[in-house]
């Protein structure tokens, strides 16, 4: 089960940000009308403009373009794949469930703590394009994975999963439930593991909707599904940002995102999925299951549909990583600046606060 109670825990920041579970926030004021109190450390005064405005930004190289490289290659080797071979993209296999099943058709690589993904994670450019969108320094890393996703056929072939009328939509969806009255905060990211081409799919969004997001709510219907957004896309079109390899794409959980289906012949999309939030020191439960996860390698417990890899678990394939001192801040396992975690707060009085 995830590492979460009944508390929402105070991050160890200077800005008041509350959470339960590490991923969604209250705020005092929502990201999109942030004002800084630290100077931007990665993002111009125009890129961060253009985040508040249209709920997202591209960091360009935020790692160099052989790191992506390595950690391409290691998607392919993980997985037993070979780039230049096809077939082998499209091999039978069992499953051990439908999600698992679904996982494979959008090209979910499990593995979590091998070191390239550490490297990315504990890259200071990386980190502080997070400051930037935060304005918080104090930060945790979300324990997440790759993707690499060829074109979408065969046993890859998107038709396989049966549609749904309502809720998540690999298409189209937002990462919140945007029917609530005070709008949880959350931010996600990815980083290019090689470069965009139009016809492999990848990530794309609704940045006018996000723009007009609140007289667009109040215009809807009290019925309307809260993660998957029914819209004009004619009026509010939906764009794909062009990433190069090791290029940062940092978006708000308020902005309507998916993955397109990949339709190329024989190209592949790949990413990591990376993020930070702002560090929950008195989370104790959250913080020994993230320290735990990377000090034995187990799968990450903070997201149902981390499942881990079915054939030969990571935990049997290399050692623990290197932590850098930035890296052991952002797991968890040191504590940032010194302070103490202070004790959480029953719900009700810390939305109060908030």
């Known amino acids: 089960m995830p590492a979460t109670d009944e508390y929402l825990h105070r991050a160890a920041s200077d800005v008041p940000y509350f959470s339960a579970d590490g991923e969604t926030y209250l705020a005092r004021t929502p990201l999109r009308d942030l004002r800084k109190t630290r100077e931007l450390r990665v993002l111009s005064e125009e890129q961060f403009a253009f985040w508040q405005t249209y709920g997202y930004v591209v960091v360009e190289q935020a790692i160099p373009a052989d790191a992506a490289r390595r950690l391409l290659d290691f998607a392919w080797d993980f997985q037993g794949l070979d780039p230049d071979r ?3 993209w499209y091999e039978e296999r069992e499953f051990r ?3 698992e099943r679904d996982l494979h058709v959008y090209g979910f690589v499990e593995a979590y703590h091998h070191q390239a993904l550490w490297d990315s ?5 990386v980190y502080d394009a997070f400051v930037d969108v935060w304005d918080c320094e104090e930060l945790w890393v979300t324990l997440d994975r790759l993707n690499l996703n060829p074109p979408n056929v065969k046993n890859r072939d998107r038709g ?11 298409d189209l969806h937002w990462d919140v439930d945007t029917s609530l009255g005070v709008l949880p905060q959350r931010v996600q990211g990815i980083i290019a593991l090689n470069d965009t081409d139009a016809d492999c799919g990848g990530f794309q969004c609704a940045p006018e909707l996000f723009r007009r997001f609140e007289p667009w709510r109040a215009l809807q219907p009290a019925d309307r599904d809260p993660l998957r957004p029914a819209f004009d896309r004619a009026e509010l079109p939906v764009v794909r940002p062009e990433l190069a390899a090791g290029d940062l794409l940092i978006w708000n959980g308020l902005l309507a995102h998916g993955v397109a289906a990949n339709t190329s012949r024989d190209k592949v999309r790949a990413v990591q999925y990376l993020a930070m939030m702002p560090a929950l020191a008195s989370h104790r439960a959250l913080a020994d299951s993230r320290i735990d996860s990377w000090r034995h390698l187990r799968t990450p417990d903070w997201n149902a549909t981390l499942v881990g890899d079915a054939t030969r678990h990571e935990s049997l394939r290399y050692g623990r990583p290197d932590l850098t001192t930035l890296g052991a801040r952002l797991l968890g396992l040191e504590p940032w600046h010194g302070r103490e975690p202070a004790e959480p707060m029953g719900a009700g009085a810390c939305a109060e606060s908030v």
């Open 160 to 170: 396989l999963i049966a549609p749904t009328e309502r809720g998540f939509d690999i």
């Open 121 to 125: 994670r504990q890259t200071h450019r």
């Open 97 to 99: 469930s439908e999600l």
């Open 86 to 88: 096809p077939e082998t």
